[in-house]
């Protein structure tokens, strides 16, 4: 019974084994990657900022949206950080913006940035704000991966250009990205 059951799975492993018809065929229906993540915000100390941001593998990058409350009327820096650690009190053990490239801080829409600068999302009078966007440059696999990194809100707007991190003030909310369905 036992030598019957590995023979079978020999036999399977044989015909779906590269360059066959039916491996081809197999392959062609399997995702290359992730494509979908989620990281859910939580406050860090002395904040009631939360939320969720959702990331989408779309023809063209990745499709991010957030949804989150509790923050200031106004601007708040919003970035991918290094690192998928929320467990220091103050959001430090995110580490800095996710730069594999080591480019320099700027805009969502500068030719040239770090992976993990989104720009600013905007929280109205009751403390709402919602993000949308198309971006080019973060990815689901593949070294601009987001997975297992941190989402940052922080206290103040990044104003895009200065270095490091566009002088966003302290980290008010902090997620780790996973994997979702």
Known sequence: MQSTMWAALGAAVALLGTGSPMAAQHEAHLPAGPTRAVAVLVPTAGSTVHGTVTFT????????????????????GFHVHEFGDCSAADGASAGGHFNPAGAPHAGPDAGT??????????????????????????????????IGRGVIVHAAPDDLTSQPTGNAGGRVACGVIGVAK
């Open 57 to 76: 593998a779309v023809e063209g990058g990745v499709h991010i949206t957030a949804q989150l409350e509790g923050l200031a009327p106004g601007n708040h």
């Open 113 to 146: 940035r770090h992976t993990g600068d989104l720009g600013n999302v905007s929280a109205d009078t009751q403390g709402m704000a919602s993000y949308d966007r198309l971006d080019s440059t973060v990815r689901l696999d593949g070294p601009n991966s987001v």
